[in-house]
């Protein structure tokens, strides 16, 4: 699985940002996809994922009800839609896929896309 993420930018404290990961291969509904971030300084941290059939997303706290993880399988497509942003969410932002383990760990992942810079500025 290759893995494409893009959407990212800058945006005002408050605002909205839709991140996007393109996955080839034939078995994308097959994998738990998930998205992790890194700001400067700080170790990786789990943002969100999706069960591969879709029918589960999994939140990190500081995300949850502002930040929604989606997949489209006949797209082969999963999203990142971020809302009420805040400083504290800059950081270069992955989109990772596993063969069905647990979402939340990054260790449990098997393919990773290149990542996409997201600016709040206050």
């Known amino acids: 699985v290759q893995l494409q993420a893009s959407g990212g930018g800058l945006v005002q404290a408050g605002g909205s940002l839709r991140l996007s990961c393109a996955a080839s291969?034939?078995?994308?509904?097959?994998?738990?996809m998930g998205w992790f971030r890194q700001a400067p300084g700080k170790e990786r941290e789990f943002v969100g994922a999706?069960?591969?059939?879709?029918?589960?997303?999994y939140y990190a706290d500081s995300v949850k009800g502002r930040f929604t993880v989606s997949r489209d399988n006949a797209k082969n497509m999963v999203y990142l839609q971020m809302n009420s942003l805040k400083p504290e969410d800059t950081a270069v932002y992955y989109c990772?896929?596993?063969?069905?383990?647990?979402?939340?760990?990054?260790?449990?992942?098997?393919?990773w896309g290149q990542g996409t810079q997201v600016t709040v500025s206050s």
């Open positions: 999706v069960h591969w059939s879709g029918s589960s997303t």
């Open positions: 291969g034939r078995t994308f509904s097959t994998y738990v």
């Open positions: 990772a896929a596993n063969y069905r383990k647990p979402p939340r760990a990054g260790w449990d992942y098997d393919y």
